[in-house]
C-alpha cells in the first residue's frame, strides 16, 4: 500500500474514534443532566437553574457533530437502493458526486456557521457561566468533519481503494 492510502485509512481511523468517543461522550453527559434534573425537579421538589437550556444547547451541539458521525458510518439519508441497481462504474461516479455534494454542504455549514458562532463570541449561558460559543461552535466543526470525511472518502473512491458498495448503508439493500 503506498504512502497516501495508509495516511488516508489512519486518518478515517482516527476520525471514526475521535466521533465514537465525543458522540458516546457527550451523549452520556446529556442522560446524566436530565435525568438529574428531572430526579431533582420531581424528587427533591427542588428544580435546577439549568434544567432546560443546558441540555437544550449540548443537544444541538450533540446533533451537528452527530450528522458528521452519520456521514462516517454511512447512515446519512440516501437511495441506497437505486445506486446498488447500478454497475460499479456508474456507482463511482455517482458516489464521487454524492462526496462532492456533502463536501459542498459541509462547507457550507462550517462558513455560515462560523459566522453565526463568532457572533455569540463574549457570551454565555444565562443559567451556567459557559460559553455560547463552545456550543455554537459544533456547527462549523460539524461542517468541517463532513468535508474532511468526504474529501478522504472522494480520493479513496477515485484512486480505486474505496468500493462504492462500501459507502452504502449495510441494513439497507
Given amino acids: 500500500m503506498d504512502r497516501l ?43 435546577v437553574s439549568w434544567g432546560e437550556e443546558l441540555p437544550a444547547h449540548i443537544l444541538a451541539m450533540l446533533t451537528f457533530i452527530g450528522a458528521a458521525y452519520l456521514t462516517r458510518t454511512n447512515e446519512h439519508l440516501g437511495f441506497d437502493s437505486f445506486a446498488r441497481s447500478l454497475n460499479l462504474g456508474m456507482q463511482r461516479i455517482i458516489a464521487c458526486i454524492n462526496q462532492l455534494l456533502m463536501a459542498a454542504f459541509g462547507a457550507t455549514l462550517f462558513w455560515f456557521g462560523g ?32 468535508v474532511l470525511i468526504c474529501l478522504v472518502r472522494f480520493v479513496g473512491l477515485v484512486m480505486g481503494r474505496i468500493n462504492p458498495g462500501e459507502l452504502l448503508p449495510e441494513g439497507d439493500g
Avoid: E, H, K, Q
Avoid at 495508509?6 to 461522550?25: E, N, P, S
Avoid at 451556567?128 to 460559543?133: A, G, R
Fill in 5 to 47: 492510502g495508509v495516511v488516508v485509512l489512519w486518518l478515517d481511523r482516527v476520525i471514526c474514534r475521535a466521533l465514537d468517543l465525543f458522540t458516546v461522550t457527550v451523549a452520556g453527559i446529556l442522560l446524566v443532566l436530565l435525568n438529574y434534573a428531572v430526579f431533582s425537579r420531581f424528587v427533591l421538589n427542588s428544580s
Fill in 115 to 146: 459566522l453565526a458562532a463568532t457572533s455569540f463570541m463574549g457570551r454565555s449561558l444565562i443559567s451556567v457561566d459557559l460559553p455560547l460559543v463552545l456550543f455554537r461552535g459544533a456547527v462549523p466543526l460539524g461542517g468541517a468533519l463532513i
